[in-house]
């Protein structure tokens, strides 16, 4: 079953973030990050 997660991303660069900031590490670019939820696939159980 996949899981749902909040990542945020910065429109300038492309950078990935757990959280918002408000300036990008990468670029450097202010107020650039936007969250987004995107599903993590879980592995099944083996021997199930």
Same mark, same amino acid.
């Given at each position: ?10 429109? !300038? ?17 202010? !107020? ?17």
């Amino acid at each position: 079953m996949a899981k749902a997660r909040t990542v945020f991303f910065c429109q !300038n660069c492309g950078a990935q973030s757990a959280k918002w900031i408000g300036r990008c590490p990468s670029c450097g670019e202010w !107020n650039t990050y936007v969250e987004e939820v995107v599903q993590k696939e879980t592995a099944p159980l083996a021997g199930t």
